[in-house]
Every structure is written in structure tokens, then in C-alpha cells.
């Protein structure tokens, strides 16, 4: 069976909107009953991730789950939730209609702790007017980027998922002179050609996925949000393991080598967290590797 053929949406192309909802697990509940519910109700627009606070209440290790590195913080702190929601939808009513009966089905054991709504901005590109996701891996790259296999039931077919907000100041980047603000990125922005004289700093080069050894290509899914008093993007990674986003992350905020990456001029994090998106077998959320 082809790996994505039990793998939910991650490598789905970002929608023209979507609603990213973070769930906490409440105290002293067993939350086996709601995802069981959840396992039997899958959604087909929507990416259920599990995080590792789930795990942990099981009494369940899930092997690569881990929460959002305290490493990386302060420029990249945590706020790791219990369960993400990715809701896909196309209409933006059915992705509330969609939040509300996935927050029934786990009410009693879970409680919603943010809800984003995000959207494609002009084509493809981030807020600051840069197109996002330039070196994606496609294809048979981008399954093997972001896919699980070859570890057993209950996990292949999943992926790993890095998840975080990052806030813009889209005054400071329209501020810069003109070859300061590329050199932010590393590309130019009128067409995103990358720069050969781009500093050490820059995006493009503290990311740049093929030089790390092994690479760690990840599919990112990322997403603008926001409006005229805060905005900025819902930044999503799918990896085939969650070290693949923590090698890049170090690099960026400066862990390897001192130099931290430009884009840090215009944008802050301001949370962050990790999950497992588990696959699919007969037409439910497979949790064996949780114990369900």
C-alpha cells in the first residue's frame, strides 16, 4: 500500500483559508474515551496531531514525540498544546461547523486553548510580499520529506508536524532599504531570485534544508493570519521526524554557529509546539501508538 494512502492531508496544498485550532488536556482526565470518538469520526478536510502531554497522560511513550525544544527558546519559546486541529474546509462556515463538533466529540477531556483563522495571501506569499515555500520538496521527495515509514503499525503513514505563530512587524520590513530587506530573505523581492551575495544571516542560508548532514527537507504548510492590529503566519512544518525541524531551527536561532537569522528583524515567535498526525486505517485516526 503506497504510504499516502493511509496518510491524512499534510501533503495537500494550503487552502485559500483555514482554522488551526490548539487544545489543552484538562487535569486528572483519562482522555482514552473523546479520542477514541475522535478516531472514529475523521473529518477528510481536517489533520488531527497529537501532542506529547496526550502521551504522557497515557502512560504511553510514542516514539519521536517529543515537546517543542526549550533549546531554542527565547527567540523560539514553546507553548506545547495537547491536540492541533488543521481544519481545510473550503468554506469558512463548515471550518467552524467542523470546530464546534470536533470540540463536542472531545469536550470533557479537552478544552480549546487558541483557535487562528489563516489564509493564502496574494498567491502564495507571506505578509511581508516574499513567496513562502520556494524550496519545498515535491513528489516522491516530499513523501519521503514528510511521511513515516518503514517503523512499524501506527506510525507509518503518519507524519510529525512543527507548529508555531509568528508575529510580523510589516512597518519595520517596508521600512528597510531596498537591498537591506532582501538581504533579510536572501532573495530578491520583485522575483525571488535568490541572492549570491546574500550574508550569512539571511534566511535562505541559515535554512537552507540540503546542507545539513543528513538534509532535513521538511514540507512546510504555512499560512498568513491576522489583521490590521496583529498579523504575521501560522508557520507549519511536516517531517518524517521532529528532528529534522529542530537541526533548522538551532541554525536559526544561532545555536550552531552564533549567527542568528536575519528574519528575526521583522518577526517574533511566539509560541511553538510539536505533534504526531497519525494514519489512517479504515477510514479511522489509527491510535495503536498511543495504546488505542
Request: glycine letters at 10%; proline letters at 7%.
Amino acid at each position: 500500500m503506497p504510504a499516502t494512502a493511509n496518510s491524512q492531508r499534510v501533503l495537500s496544498p494550503p487552502p485559500a483559508s483555514a482554522r488551526f485550532v490548539t487544545l489543552r488536556l484538562l487535569d486528572k482526565v483519562d482522555p482514552s474515551a473523546a479520542l477514541r470518538a475522535l478516531a472514529a469520526n475523521v473529518d477528510p478536510s481536517a489533520i488531527v496531531g497529537i501532542g506529547a502531554p496526550v502521551s504522557v497522560r497515557l502512560g504511553r511513550a510514542l516514539p519521536g514525540l517529543v515537546t517543542f525544544p526549550a533549546e531554542l527558546a527565547p527567540l523560539m519559546p514553546a507553548r506545547q498544546g495537547a491536540l492541533w486541529l488543521a481544519l481545510l474546509h473550503d468554506d469558512r462556515g463548515d471550518q467552524l461547523d467542523a470546530s464546534l463538533r470536533l470540540s463536542d466529540l472531545l469536550a470533557g477531556a479537552f478544552v480549546i486553548d487558541e483557535e487562528l483563522d489563516a489564509f493564502s495571501y496574494r498567491g502564495g506569499r507571506d505578509l511581508s510580499g516574499f513567496v513562502d515555500g520556494t524550496a519545498n520538496p515535491s513528489g516522491d521527495d516530499a513523501l519521503a520529506a514528510a511521511v513515516v515509514a518503514g517503523r512499524g503499525p501506527g506510525l507509518d503513514g503518519g507524519s510529525f508536524v512543527t507548529v508555531q505563530r509568528w508575529v510580523h512587524d510589516l512597518a519595520a520590513i517596508a521600512g528597510m532599504p531596498e537591498a537591506a530587506r532582501d538581504h533579510v530573505i536572501g532573495r530578491r523581492l520583485s522575483d525571488d531570485e535568490e541572492l549570491a551575495d546574500a550574508p550569512d544571516s539571511a534566511h535562505v542560508k541559515r535554512t537552507a534544508q540540503e546542507d545539513f548532514d543528513p538534509e532535513a527537507f521538511v514540507v512546510r504548510r504555512s499560512m498568513p493570519y491576522g489583521d490590521a492590529r496583529e498579523h504575521g503566519l501560522v508557520f507549519i512544518a511536516y517531517g518524517e521526524s521532529l528532528d529534522r525541524f529542530t537541526r533548522l531551527a538551532r541554525r536559526m536561532v544561532g545555536r550552531d554557529d552564533g549567527i542568528v537569522d536575519a528574519l528575526f528583524s521583522f518577526s517574533r515567535a511566539v509560541s511553538g509546539a510539536m505533534y504526531f498526525c497519525p494514519p489512517i486505517v479504515d477510514g479511522r485516526l489509527d491510535l495503536r501508538a498511543l495504546g488505542l
